[in-house]
């Protein structure tokens, strides 16, 4: 399914948008931005593409702003939509959003997930804490 060219502009704008505050450190706004660009997708939200990246910008910006609670939920959302489950960001970022919530377990399982599918290089720009957690796993 492919949505309307004016709406998926719109959505694109909104998200460059965001992405502009997120780079300035403005991570409210950006939120603000992309959840008024996941407004414009239709219902079911989970069944569009466009939902992948809304879902993983509003999950790493929480992330971010360490609403770790926030971030897992729309992450685990990402993970539900087209290519979800096999983006190796989206497994990386729910994985130490659920350490940071103190779900080791899970946190385990989405951290090795995305180490099976990129390898360390995932993982080295990111607090060696999450790597910790997997290492003797691998």
Known sequence: MELDDQVYNRIVEL?????????NE???KAIEIYLEALDLVPFPKEDW????????ALGD????????????RHLYNALNCPNGASNPFILLRLGESLFEC?????????????YM???????????DKYFQLIVDLI
């Not at 593409?49 to 993983?56: A, K, V």
């Not at 390898?119 to 607090?127: A, H, S």
């Open 15 to 23: 998200c460059n948008k965001g992405n502009v505050f997120v780079e």
């Open 26 to 28: 403005q991570n409210e």
């Open 49 to 56: 593409e466009t939902s992948t990246w809304i879902y993983t």
């Open 61 to 72: 910006t929480y992330y971010y702003n360490s609403e770790y609670e926030q971030a897992k």
């Open 102 to 114: 103190g779900e080791l377990s899970k946190a385990t399982e989405y951290l090795l997930r995305a």
């Open 117 to 127: 599918l990129e390898g360390y290089k995932i993982f080295f720009n990111e607090d």
